[in-house]
Structure formats: C-alpha cells, structure tokens
C-alpha cells in the first residue's frame, strides 16, 4: 500500500484539523528550525514511541525534504497508525513561509 502525501499547505490543513506532525529529523536539524507544532522524534527512536502517538488521529510525518519521513510513515503505518508524508518536508514548509522557528532565533534550512 503506498503511503498518502501531502504538500505543505496540505499538512497545515490537516493540522488545523486535529493531525499530528512529527519531525523525525535529528536534534541538531530540529535547532536550526521546525514547524512550532512538530514534536521531535527523530527516525531511529521511532519505534521507542509508539504508544505515546495517538491511534484516533491522523500523524503528518516530516523531516528535511521528505525521505526519511516517507520511511517514519510506511513503518507507522505498519503498526497501524493513520498516517501521511509531507513530500518535501521543512524545505517545502520554510519555502511556503509556514509558521518557522529556532532555538536561536535565526531559522533555516540547510
């Protein structure tokens, strides 16, 4: 079964209709700059989570340009969650000025 995708508009849709977005990215990508509303997971501790994510809601899965997310995805899916990729990940986010920020104060997207 191939795994729903969303482009950024999309995602910020579905959030502000009761999704979950998850950044899978690591701690380091996460400092330079997430969606406000992301929670951190990054993909190698995914599987460590999975009762906390909730099961009647749908998870917009995101990381850098959407590879590693599409990868978070096909294996939520698998354990049953109702989930969608967000194709191009916070690089279509940023490059669509969707809501951006840092630890720093500074984002970007390398």
Known sequence: MAIREVDAQGALELLDGNAVLID????SEWDAG???MATLIPLAELPDHLDELPRDRVIVCACRSGGRSLRAA???EENGFDVVNLTGGMIAWFGDD????????EPTID
């Open 98 to 105: 969707l809501p951006f920020e840092s630890d720093d104060g």
């Open 34 to 36: 997430h969606a406000p």
């Open 24 to 27: 899978v990215r690591q701690p």
């Open 74 to 76: 096909t294996f939520l």
